[in-house]
């Protein structure tokens, strides 16, 4: 998994948890940044796709590992 | 790019009912969306400041039972003093357990982003309700002024 500047942990969290917490953290981000999301809401997925999708932020990678879904997004 | 509108009008005021506008709100809103709430009739109770919202098995052929109980207790049962209760406090053990939010969290994070809450005066009036009962920050208006922001708005939903 490539570097990130910040971690959120969502492990446990149900929709639409997952999205309103990386939202509230990439708000304290400067651009160009890259936040490391957990989480193991399967839905999470697809919604964090469309979340990159219709933010403008980038998402770099999407995978499951160890049962639980990561997601690497770049700020924009 | 302009910013997306959502206009929601949210009616019902159960605890399972609840969750759908504020949901739907939050998200929308994290998403960049511009969100307002028109909140009428039983919908004025996801307004109060203590919420004492309770879900029903009656009249809800779709609502899942614990321990089969829908596929064996009579109808009539569900009517059985103390069943809304015991059924609330399931539903709200079972989205802890799920790590599904409360309704008071989702209704914090829809005011911490701005999405505007909007009471019907008229139904406040009609069931002389009191506006020091609900939460803060909540503007009182009719059907006109929801019209002013629906009608410009991309998402319509009543819920």
Not at chain 1, 13 to 37: E, F, S, W, Y
Not at chain 1, 51 to 57: C, E, M, S, V
């Amino acid at each position: 998994m490539a570097d990130f500047d910040q971690e959120l942990d969502a492990s446990g969290l149900n929709c639409p948890l997952p999205i309103l917490r990386a939202k509230k953290t990439l708000n304290a981000m400067d651009a160009g940044q890259v936040l490391h999301v957990v989480a193991t809401d399967p839905g999470s997925v697809k919604d964090f796709d469309a979340f990159a999708k219709q933010t403008g932020n980038e998402l770099m990678e999407s995978k499951e590992e160890g049962g639980k879904f990561h997601f690497l997004i770049k700020k924009g | 790019m302009e910013e997306k509108k959502l206009a929601i009008i949210a009616t019902k005021g159960s605890l399972d009912w609840a969750y759908p506008p504020f949901i739907l709100a939050s998200t929308a809103s994290a998403l960049g969306y511009e969100t307002q709430i028109f909140f009428t009739f039983y919908g004025l109770q996801l307004l109060k400041k203590k919420l004492a919202l309770e879900v029903t098995p009656l009249g809800n052929p779709g609502m899942p039972m614990p321990m089969g109980m829908d596929k064996w207790f009579p109808v009539l049962g569900l009517a059985l003093p103390g069943m809304q209760a015991m059924m609330t406090t399931m539903m709200k053990k079972k989205m802890k357990d799920k790590g599904v939010a409360s309704v008071e969290e989702l209704r914090d994070l829809c005011q911490e982003a701005e999405v505007k809450l909007i009471a019907c005066q008229m139904t406040v009036d009609l069931f002389d309700m009191n506006q020091a009962d609900f939460i803060d920050g909540v503007e009182y208006a009719g059907a006109a002024a929801f019209f002013e922001f629906a009608g410009q708005s991309d998402i319509c939903l009543y819920i």
